[in-house]
């Protein structure tokens, strides 16, 4: 196993952890978290789970950079990739969106957009084609990630401004779900539609 796919294996396990920090129910237990009190007040569980979610997001960037520049690429790696980015972005939208931070459409159009993006690679890879990362798609990607990001640490420094930056960047990318979407689509309609 190489290294990228190492860090990817890193990804899920701190993927994991931060869903465990962002769902357990740590008043059941007589667990108070404390709200981080300034300008702002800020849950810490939403401080050590966003310096989590950096970490996880730059070992994304990085095993990805690593695969290619050393040629590393494997289809263990980008399956086991795949997998990372969904169980990092997906199950915190949720999270976000059940605790009305963000829309509920949000995670409903991301997790829409990546099951028919991945039928769409599978049929192809049936095929023996392989369907190219696009543009769009890395554009939704870095926005969300740093939306969700921003969205962790309550909008800062962008609060004192009185300006949404983190659900700007949120919302852009959930179009630009939509528009990767209809290009993967478009791009591949022939290799799904023959024999």
Known sequence: MNLPTKLTIVRIFLAIVLMLLLIFPFDLIGVEIPVVRS??????????????FIVASLTDFLDGYLARRYDMVTDLGKMLDSIADKILVNPVLIIFSAEGLIHPLVPVIII?????VNAIKMEASIKGRVVAAIS???IKTATMLLGMTLLFFSNMPFEYLG??????????????????MVQYYSINRKILFTD
């Open 39 to 52: 300008v702002i007040d800020m849950d810490l569980r939403y401080i050590i789970a966003g310096g989590i």
């Open 112 to 116: 829409t957009r990546d099951i028919v």
């Open 136 to 138: 769009s798609g890395k």
């Open 163 to 180: 300006v949404r930056v983190d659900l700007f960047f949120i919302y852009f990318a959930t179009i630009m779900s939509l528009v990767s």
